[in-house]
Every structure is written in structure tokens, then in C-alpha cells.
């Protein structure tokens, strides 16, 4: 993982969530996907596991 912040499970619920919400509305996927992967949700975490996603977390 080339994060450069640690996220809490929440964080990454929140974020992964909020991606694949994006996703299953038409947002363009950001990495290669597996052939038959369709889930949005999967689609997702694939992303998180790859650094890919463009969501930061803002903390005080």
C-alpha cells in the first residue's frame, strides 16, 4: 500500500462506499478490471487495493 495516510476502518468503509456509488452512476473506472467483474462495489475495493482512488480524507 503506497498510502501515504493510514485510514480507519471507517474511513475506508466511507470511501470505498462513496467510490463505488460513483461507479454504479457512470463514473469512469479508473483501473483494468478483471474479466466478469461487474460489481460496482468490487470494482471499488480493487481500486482502494491499487491506490487508484481520488478521494482524500480531511482530518482536523
Same mark, same amino acid.
Given at each position: 500500500m503506497g498510502r501515504s495516510m493510514r485510514y480507519t476502518r471507517f474511513e475506508k468503509a466511507? &470511501?470505498?462506499g462513496a467510490r463505488a456509488l460513483q461507479i454504479s452512476m457512470g *463514473?469512469?473506472?479508473l483501473i483494468e478490471v478483471p474479466?466478469? =467483474?461487474v460489481d460496482s462495489l468490487d470494482? *471499488? =475495493?480493487l481500486e482502494y487495493e491499487m491506490d487508484a482512488i481520488p &478521494?482524500?480524507?480531511k482530518r482536523e
Amino acid at each position: 500500500m503506497g498510502r501515504s495516510m493510514r485510514y480507519t476502518r471507517f474511513e475506508k468503509a466511507r &470511501i470505498i462506499g462513496a467510490r463505488a456509488l460513483q461507479i454504479s452512476m457512470g *463514473a469512469p473506472i479508473l483501473i483494468e478490471v478483471p474479466e466478469g =467483474m461487474v460489481d460496482s462495489l468490487d470494482i *471499488a =475495493m480493487l481500486e482502494y487495493e491499487m491506490d487508484a482512488i481520488p &478521494i482524500t480524507v480531511k482530518r482536523e
